[in-house]
């Protein structure tokens, strides 16, 4: 991710991802959280001046809601990780295309997330499709990376 390229490859992806995801959500909370992040993700890929075409992802076709939170609120995190291996690959100047990454989390959030997932049975009906879905959700984000990685179809 140090180079433009593999920035846009990312936030390319995450865009698409995201969009999925915001199409499969039920949560007002969270599609607020979407909307933003996907105007920050349009933001900086125009920055980029690399918008490329966006790719219809269909959801996968297991879903859970306590997933869609944890891979979004998970993925908040992560790019806190991202946001530093950025400022430090262009430091000195660095283009104005984090705004994505520096989307901040939301520890009360993700606290609540966490609680609400431990309460949970470990092993139910319910208990497998949440895990299910957060897998589905993840190889969807992996297929949308390989594929503005190498044109990869989309198959997850």
């Not at 915001?22 to 992040?37: E, G, Q, T, V």
Request: glycine share 6%; aromatic share 8%; net charge negative.
């Amino acid at each position: 991710m140090g180079t433009y390229s593999g920035l846009h490859i990312f936030l390319a992806a995450h865009r698409d991802a995201l969009t999925a995801l915001r199409s499969a959500c039920l949560d007002p909370d969270l599609m607020l959280r979407i909307d933003s992040a996907l105007a920050d993700l349009t933001s900086d890929l125009k920055v980029l001046d690399r918008c490329g075409l966006a790719v219809a992802i269909p959801a996968p076709f297991q879903d859970d809601a306590l997933a869609q939170a944890y891979l979004w609120h998970g993925s908040r995190l992560g790019t806190q990780v991202l946001a530093r291996r950025f400022q430090s690959a262009w430091a000195g100047s660095p283009p104005d295309a984090g705004r994505y990454l520096n989307h901040a989390p939301d520890p009360t959030a993700w606290r609540d997330l966490g609680e609400r997932l431990t309460a949970l049975p470990a092993r139910d009906a319910a208990a497998d499709r949440t895990v299910a879905a957060t897998i589905a959700w993840f190889a969807l984000f992996a297929a949308a990376a390989r594929h503005h990685l190498t044109g990869a179809t989309l198959d997850a």
